[in-house]
């Protein structure tokens, strides 16, 4: 079956420092692969997303995610984290069953907090 | 702000009962997706609507029920609920009919607490 692991989660790292988030799945193609964010007590906002192409795709907020087939993984990075990226962090898996509609798969997400 | 709303944004009730949380999507957005986030689930896809018409399904309970109407509100209708069913609700709109094409766009959520 399909499925989306996020193996951290809980993250810390001090303002300024480097941070990789990562993301895994399962599924025989490539799926559809998305990072949203989400701050205490708001909704989801879609960070990056990659469908084909570039296997480095960037987003908003300095974000980046690289997509890597062998390893079926799309981590995210950021160079350098802010006290303002404190959040959680989902990983998401669009994903077509060969029956069935469209299917989007959350992983657990990965709380990050950040040192001053 | 998303642009997207949703009423109520709590709502407290009693098992065995029935609620309908609404959601207006963005204008000009014509596919709405219902999402349920709980602590032991996690967020979990439940269903998308695209232009009135159902387009995908996820993890939706037979008992849960949702609709987009004419004017591309759409509801999410809850029934016989159970404590289980405690969760945030959210909802969101994007332009299209393929949820991996188009971005998504949240709105703050409907805080749902059965007793």
């Known amino acids: 079956a399909q499925s989306v692991t996020q193996p951290d989660i809980h993250i810390t790292v001090s303002e300024g420092a480097s941070l990789e988030l990562r993301c895994n799945y399962s599924?025989?193609?490539?799926?559809?692969l998305f990072w949203y964010v989400q701050s205490p007590g708001q909704g989801l906002q879609l960070l990056l997303k990659y469908f084909s192409g570039d296997t480095l795709v960037q987003g908003i907020k300095g974000f980046e995610a690289e997509f890597k087939r062998s390893q079926s993984s799309f981590n995210l990075r950021k160079p350098s984290v802010h006290w303002s990226d404190a959040a959680e962090y989902f990983c998401a898996v669009g994903v077509l069953p060969t029956s069935g509609t469209y299917k989007y798969i959350f992983g657990t997400g990965t709380r990050l907090k950040v040192l001053a | 702000d998303s642009g997207v709303t949703q009423t109520p944004k709590h709502l407290i009730t009693a098992t065995g009962q029935r609620v309908t949380l609404r959601c207006s999507p963005r204008s000009g957005d014509l596919s709405v997706y219902w999402y349920q986030q709980s602590l032991d689930q996690g967020l979990q896809f439940l269903i998308q609507y695209y232009n009135g018409e159902e387009r995908a399904k996820g993890n939706i309970l037979e008992r849960f029920s949702a609709q987009q109407f004419p004017d591309l509100h759409s509801e999410l209708n809850l029934s016989s609920l159970e404590l289980g069913d405690s969760a945030l609700y959210f909802c969101?709109?994007?332009?299209?009919?393929?949820?991996?094409?188009?971005?998504?766009?949240f709105g703050p959520g409907t805080r749902l607490t059965v007793t």
């Open positions: 969101a709109s994007s332009v299209g009919d393929h949820p991996g094409s188009y971005e998504q766009y």
């Open positions: 599924y025989g193609a490539t799926p559809y």
